[in-house]
């Protein structure tokens, strides 16, 4: 079994009489790639920000690489390839001298990879990285997180505010660090189709408390869809215990539920109702689904 | 190849991957002795997880579609593509009969009968050893 890349046990964080993170547990394993979803103010950069080593555990730990990152931060930091929501690179230096000077920080630095990323990425290395758009500067920061091939690439919301095109240019960087063995990525994102599409492992905060962690795989088959017609029009929604949405108007009630805990038959055999559609729930049912 | 997937809907996505490069191979767009795309390119194409196109892979090889060749990368198998040929010569003759009989308002569940209907005398008592043995 893979080891984990990121081992967090029981972390919980107060920032005044609030809980940005409650008793939150959860294992990245070696060479996959995690996805951390969860409304704004969810606790997903208060928990990127203990991985970094920016926060020190209160209760709880935090383990990367096997290692603290507050007591040992260069030795995790050099192993990481850190991409924030808002990239705040120094606007008056050139591509290029950005590139130089991140290239000091990491022994791992591959130049050859680094001028292939540029082109990739269709960079100008002598433009000034306050004449870059949005775009651009995301691309540059994600350029020097990946430039020195990081164990971990750790992007916080990396799609925020970008166009369709530039989130495909940092969807396939993403991917093409994945094909690489060994190395493995975590980010945050509230776009759930990049989550869905790229993503093996999903956790969702909620509130500060993770409210579902797992393959994807297994967590989209674990909650179902079912679509129930009733004999007559129903004036209010079909009470289901347990379930976690329900929509619908008339005779058509659709119904999001984890199978685990509510079987689809019983359910329908409980109302009198027939199951005229049965689906696996999409990330966008289930996070609805434990959001409200 | 023209691919499109769908992460959101109840479809895992190498299902609809398996689904797709099959479809490919069923209307010619692909052909035997053709080279799929690495993992690693098919993924970065269609913006998925490499896993996700390495298990689809794998699942078109186990059911022998296609062949993974050591070192060489993917390859469709040129069984299935003659298979498929077949299957889409019978498609045209069974879809000019469907729309022939379409004036006379059957319903699916009739035409159905009277296709297994037609199978079942034409069964030949050598497969009905088969099938009973």
């Not at chain 1, 166009?163 to 969807?171: A, N, T």
């Not at chain 1, 093409?176 to 190395?183: I, K, S, Y």
């Not at chain 2, 009989?101 to 497969?127: F, M």
């Given at each position: 079994?893979?080891?984990?890349?990121?081992?967090?046990?029981?972390?919980?964080?107060?920032?005044g009489?609030?809980?940005?993170?409650?008793?939150?547990?959860?294992?990245?394993?070696?060479?996959?790639?995690?996805?951390?979803?969860?409304?704004?103010?969810?606790?997903?950069?208060?928990?990127?920000?203990?991985?970094?080593?920016?926060?020190?555990?209160?209760?709880?730990?935090?383990?990367?690489?096997?290692?603290?990152?507050?007591?040992?931060?260069?030795?995790?930091?050099?192993?990481?390839?850190?991409?924030?929501?808002?990239?705040?690179?120094?606007?008056?230096?050139?591509?290029?001298?950005?590139?130089?000077?991140?290239?000091?920080?990491?022994?791992?630095?591959?130049?050859?990879?680094?001028?292939?990323?540029?082109?990739?990425?269709?960079?100008?290395?002598?433009?000034?990285?306050?004449?870059?758009?949005?775009?651009?500067?995301?691309?540059?920061?994600?350029?020097?997180a990946?430039?020195?091939?990081?164990?971990?690439?750790?992007?916080?919301?990396?799609?925020?505010?970008?166009?369709?095109i530039?989130?495909?240019?940092?969807?396939?960087?993403v991917?093409?660090?994945?094909?690489?063995?060994?190395?493995?990525?975590?980010?945050?994102?509230?776009?759930?189709?990049?989550?869905?599409?790229v993503?093996?492992?999903?956790?969702?905060?909620?509130?500060?408390?993770?409210?579902?962690?797992?393959?994807?795989?297994?967590?989209?088959?674990?909650?179902?869809?079912?679509?129930?017609?009733?004999?007559?029009?129903?004036?209010?929604?079909?009470?289901?215990?347990?379930?976690?949405?329900?929509?619908?108007?008339?005779r058509?009630?659709?119904?999001?539920?984890?199978?685990?805990?509510?079987?689809?038959?019983?359910?329908?055999?409980?109302?009198?109702a027939?199951?005229?559609?049965?689906?696996?729930?999409?990330?966008?049912?289930?996070?609805?689904?434990?959001?409200? | 190849?023209?691919?499109?997937?769908?992460?959101?809907?109840?479809?895992?996505?190498?299902?609809?991957?398996?689904?797709?490069?099959?479809?490919?191979?069923?209307?010619?767009?692909?052909?035997?002795?053709?080279?799929?795309?690495?993992?690693?390119?098919?993924?970065?194409?269609?913006?998925i997880?490499?896993?996700t196109?390495?298990?689809?892979?794998?699942?078109?090889?186990?059911?022998g579609?296609?062949?993974?060749?050591?070192?060489?990368?993917?390859?469709?198998?040129?069984?299935?593509?003659?298979?498929?040929?077949?299957?889409?010569?019978?498609?045209?003759?069974?879809?000019?009969?469907?729309?022939?009989?379409?004036?006379?308002?059957?319903?699916?569940?009739?035409?159905?009968?009277?296709?297994?209907?037609?199978l079942?005398?034409?069964?030949?008592?050598?497969?009905?050893?088969?099938?009973?043995?």
């Amino acid at each position: 079994m893979a080891e984990a890349v990121v081992r967090i046990s029981n972390l919980s964080r107060r920032f005044g009489s609030k809980d940005a993170l409650n008793d939150v547990s959860l294992e990245v394993p070696r060479g996959c790639v995690f996805g951390l979803v969860g409304e704004n103010g969810a606790g997903k950069t208060t928990l990127i920000k203990h991985i970094l080593g920016l926060l020190r555990a209160e209760s709880g730990s935090v383990s990367i690489f096997g290692m603290n990152p507050v007591a040992d931060p260069v030795s995790v930091l050099v192993r990481i390839g850190y991409l924030s929501e808002q990239p705040d690179l120094p606007g008056w230096m050139r591509v290029d001298e950005f590139m130089r000077y991140t290239k000091a920080f990491y022994p791992k630095w591959d130049a050859a990879y680094a001028e292939q990323l540029l082109e990739e990425f269709g960079l100008n290395p002598a433009a000034r990285i306050k004449t870059l758009s949005k775009g651009q500067r995301a691309k540059a920061g994600l350029l020097a997180a990946q430039a020195h091939r990081p164990d971990l690439l750790l992007l916080d919301e990396p799609s925020s505010g970008l166009d369709p095109i530039v989130r495909s240019d940092i969807l396939a960087a993403v991917i093409r660090t994945v094909a690489e063995e060994g190395r493995t990525v975590f980010f945050s994102s509230h776009l759930l189709e990049e989550i869905e599409r790229v993503s093996d492992h999903v956790a969702m905060l909620h509130q500060g408390k993770l409210v579902l962690c797992g393959p994807l795989d297994q967590i989209k088959a674990q909650h179902r869809r079912v679509t129930l017609r009733f004999e007559s029009p129903q004036a209010t929604p079909p009470v289901v215990p347990g379930a976690l949405r329900v929509t619908g108007t008339g005779r058509e009630w659709t119904i999001v539920c984890n199978s685990a805990q509510l079987r689809q038959s019983t359910m329908a055999a409980r109302f009198g109702a027939k199951i005229v559609e049965e689906d696996d729930a999409s990330l966008n049912d289930i996070f609805i689904g434990h959001a409200e | 190849m023209n691919l499109r997937l769908n992460p959101s809907s109840g479809i895992p996505l190498y299902v609809q991957l398996v689904e797709q490069v099959k479809h490919a191979i069923e209307t010619g767009s692909i052909q035997a002795g053709d080279q799929l795309p690495s993992v690693r390119k098919m993924a970065e194409d269609l913006l998925i997880n490499p896993n996700t196109v390495a298990k689809a892979y794998q699942d078109l090889e186990r059911e022998g579609v296609i062949e993974l060749r050591h070192g060489s990368g993917a390859f469709v198998l040129d069984s299935i593509v003659a298979r498929e040929k077949l299957m889409q010569k019978a498609r045209a003759v069974l879809g000019t009969a469907l729309d022939r009989i379409a004036s006379l308002d059957l319903t699916e569940d009739e035409i159905r009968r009277l296709v297994e209907n037609e199978l079942a005398i034409r069964r030949t008592p050598k497969q009905l050893r088969k099938k009973h043995g």
